[in-house]
């Protein structure tokens, strides 16, 4: 069974500091995303990933995937407090028809 | 264009009603996706539909749930004799799907949240 584990589940952050969140999972994918939801929203997709070595930026946001280590992060530059939110990683498998979703990382961005 | 809308936007019902939860996906996705969010977690998957294939149910929870999906368009997610534990909000994703290269990325619709009293 696929598990995916995102860490941390909370991150409390100061504006202009710098942070990664981590999804790991078990096994092997071609493809990930990530997704951001604000409280009470349904989830606006962000990064499709689709090969090892994927790196995609979008503003302050870049995620990257390293598929050998079944591994990605999304690194949050210069925080500002627009970014809170929680973010969802999802892992798609070849033979799969879904995505499995990891526990989501809840952001917050102090000032 | 358009997105994925849902209706209702909120239900709630007596424990032991049926109810039924609608999806309207993109147009031209040939692909549709229900979720189950329950509070302060994570995304789980119900149920998929893709053209004309018999539809991937192996995530739904027991035999009180189930979906129908005409053609590529509109989708009904039922519950039968709801119960506390149903209240979660319900969200539907649309997605075009090329053959044997696997789904793209899923737009979600607002989701119907649930809540069984």
């Known amino acids: 069974e696929l598990k995916v584990e995102q860490n941390p589940l909370f991150l409390s952050m100061q504006e202009g500091k710098n942070y990664t969140i981590y999804c790991n999972y078990s096994?092997?994918?071609?493809?990930l995303y990530w997704y951001r939801q604000d409280p009470g929203k349904s989830l606006e997709s962000l990064f499709v990933?689709?090969?090892?070595?994927a790196v995609k930026q979008e503003g302050r946001l870049m995620a990257s995937l390293d598929t050998k280590a079944r591994l990605s992060t999304l690194h949050i530059t210069a925080a500002v407090h627009d970014l809170s939110a929680t973010y969802f990683c999802a892992v798609h498998t070849g033979t799969a028809s879904k995505l499995t979703f990891g526990t989501g990382t809840r952001l917050q961005v102090t000032l | 264009g358009a997105g994925v809308s849902q209706s209702p936007s909120n239900k709630v019902t007596e424990k032991g009603k049926d109810v039924e939860l609608r999806c309207d996906p993109i147009?031209?996705?040939?692909?549709l996706y229900w979720y189950r969010q329950r509070l302060g977690q994570g995304l789980e998957f119900l149920i998929y539909f893709q053209g004309n294939s018999a539809p991937d149910k192996s995530g739904l929870p027991s035999d009180r749930f189930s979906a129908e999906r005409t053609g590529e368009s509109v989708s009904t997610l039922t519950i039968q004799r709801t119960q506390q534990e149903d209240s979660a909000v319900y969200l539907c994703?649309?997605?075009?799907?090329?053959?044997?290269?696997?789904?793209?990325?899923?737009?979600f619709g607002p989701g119907t949240r649930l809540t069984v009293t």
């Open positions: 990933l689709l090969s090892n070595g």
């Open positions: 994703a649309s997605s075009f799907v090329r053959y044997r290269t696997g789904p793209y990325e899923q737009y």
């Open positions: 147009s031209g996705h040939t692909a």
């Open positions: 096994t092997t994918s071609d493809r």
